[in-house]
């Protein structure tokens, strides 16, 4: 055999080391992953609260207990998390707020979400409609591309 195909069946024999090492990983991660996931919908409770504001900041920047940011890995610290400040009751409250429905939260408007803990979890209108998010602004280079195709007789991109 030459130095070329040792060398190529070595780099081979690590990549499938590797990948089944990662499939391992990846199995473990999924089922704490689930186990966490059992344990939020176990404590989740529908609130009434308003929303006051809403924003992407670090951990350490959010107010949020000092017991929170103890229990916070160290490589997390420095990540931006969705915050969510909230009038429940007679209190004023930040809390984390899922990412899949961080852009379904409407500011300053009253509304029905289901919290785990200090995690939201999930935003209806207080009357149990859904909240519709609002249209994002184009920008105006994607303005003035759709102008552009429109001029030449194409059809926008969506």
């Known amino acids: 055999m030459s130095k070329v195909s040792i060398i190529?069946?070595?780099?081979?024999?690590?990549?499938?080391?590797?990948?089944?090492?990662?499939?391992?990983?990846?199995?473990?991660?999924?089922?704490?992953?689930?186990e966490q996931q059992s344990q939020i919908e176990a404590a989740k409770?529908?609130?009434?609260?308003?929303?006051?504001?809403?924003?992407?900041?670090?951990?350490?920047?959010?107010?949020?207990?000092?017991?929170?940011?103890?229990?916070?890995?160290?490589?997390?610290?420095?990540?931006k998390v969705p915050i969510v400040k909230a009038k429940?009751?007679?209190?004023?409250?930040s809390l984390m707020c899922d990412d899949k429905i961080f852009d379904d939260i409407p500011v300053k408007k009253e509304v029905k979400a289901t919290v785990s803990g200090i995690y939201i979890t999930g935003v209806k209108g207080l009357h149990g409609k859904s909240i519709a998010a609002e249209p994002k602004k184009k920008s105006r280079f994607k303005m003035a591309i759709e102008r552009a195709q429109e001029k030449l007789g194409a059809k926008p991109i969506k």
Request: hydrophobic share 50%; no cysteine.
């Open 88 to 93: 429940v009751g007679p209190q004023v409250l």
């Open 8 to 34: 190529l069946l070595i780099i081979l024999a690590i990549l499938v080391i590797v990948l089944v090492v990662l499939y391992f990983l990846g199995k473990r991660m999924q089922k704490k992953q689930d």
């Open 45 to 79: 409770q529908t609130v009434s609260m308003l929303i006051i504001d809403k924003k992407r900041m670090k951990i350490k920047d959010s107010g949020l207990p000092a017991m929170v940011l103890e229990q916070t890995p160290k490589y997390l610290r420095w990540s």
